[in-house]
């Protein structure tokens, strides 16, 4: 069956991988695929910028950031169940690894700003399970979590725009395994990790590199 679902085109989205729930930032609220039921609605902090919920693989848990690095005191983010609060935990919520395991990045605050300190990786109840130094896994906005307990970051050129290194991250030891080839590091910020290849754009070509 194929639903249709209407928001403003430049809305941002997460969708669960189960295909049945949908999480937006304006507005900011957690619904099935179709619209409806509205699940979870609230209001985005004034300081935070646009970050729709981010959703478990079968969509029954969900986090909410509370605020942004844009703010002290350090940013937090509520972990939901079905639209039921159950706790909160220090940090960015970047992404959920399954419908267990949540993946968080951790800062600090100097008088330079905002640091980053590293990766804890938290049960859906707020305990976290393990934890990664800075100079392990980076902080990866938009990570891809792969079998094997692997993540895929897309990375950040020198100029700061994604397309930069594209790396593979082992989440049972935080080492590197894998980095691209220097070819794909001018890719235009197009790239995702499909079977046993990671798939960039370089220019009018698509490449493909196992890893």
Same mark, same amino acid.
């Given at each position: 069956?194929?639903s249709?679902?209407?928001? /403003?085109?430049?809305? /941002?989205?997460?969708?669960s991988g189960?295909?049945? !729930?949908?999480?937006?930032?304006?507005?900011?609220?957690?619904?099935?695929?179709?619209?409806?039921?509205?699940?979870?609605s609230?209001?985005?902090?004034?300081?935070?910028?646009?970050?729709? /919920?981010?959703?478990?693989?079968?969509?029954?848990?969900f986090?909410?950031?509370?605020?942004?690095l844009?703010?002290?005191?350090?940013?937090?983010c509520?972990?939901?169940?079905?639209?039921?609060? !159950?706790?909160?935990?220090?940090g960015?919520?970047?992404g959920?690894?399954?419908?267990?395991?949540i993946f968080v990045?951790?800062?600090?605050?100097?008088?330079?700003?905002?640091?980053?300190?590293?990766?804890?990786v938290?049960?859906?109840?707020?305990?976290?399970?393990?934890s990664?130094?800075?100079?392990?896994?980076?902080?990866?906005?938009?990570?891809?979590?792969? /079998?094997?307990? *692997?993540?895929?970051? *897309?990375?950040?050129?020198?100029?700061?725009?994604?397309?930069?290194t594209?790396?593979?991250?082992?989440?049972?030891?935080?080492?590197?395994?894998?980095?691209?080839?220097?070819?794909a590091?001018?890719?235009?910020?197009?790239?995702?990790?499909?079977?046993?290849d990671?798939?960039?754009?370089?220019?009018h070509?698509?490449?493909?590199?196992p890893?």
């Open positions: 069956m194929i249709n679902f209407s928001f /403003p085109h430049s809305t /941002p989205f997460n969708l189960s295909g049945k !729930v949908i999480a937006t930032d304006d507005p900011l609220q957690v619904t099935g695929i179709s619209g409806t039921p509205v699940i979870w609230g209001t985005s902090a004034p300081a935070l910028i646009p970050n729709p /919920p981010a959703l478990s693989p079968d969509g029954s848990f986090s909410v950031q509370t605020d942004s844009a703010v002290d005191p350090p940013m937090t509520d972990i939901y169940q079905n639209g039921t609060l !159950v706790t909160a935990v220090p960015y919520a970047a959920w690894i399954d419908n267990g395991h990045q951790n800062w600090k605050y100097t008088d330079k700003g905002a640091v980053f300190t590293g990766i804890g938290y049960s859906p109840d707020g305990k976290e399970l393990i990664y130094p800075a100079d392990a896994i980076p902080a990866i906005n938009n990570p891809q979590f792969l /079998p094997g307990n *692997l993540v895929f970051d *897309l990375g950040f050129d020198q100029a700061g725009r994604y397309g930069g594209g790396s593979i991250y082992s989440l049972t030891d935080g080492s590197l395994v894998w980095q691209a080839p220097s070819a590091r001018t890719s235009n910020g197009v790239a995702a990790v499909s079977g046993s990671v798939v960039f754009q370089v220019g070509q698509v490449l493909l590199y890893y």
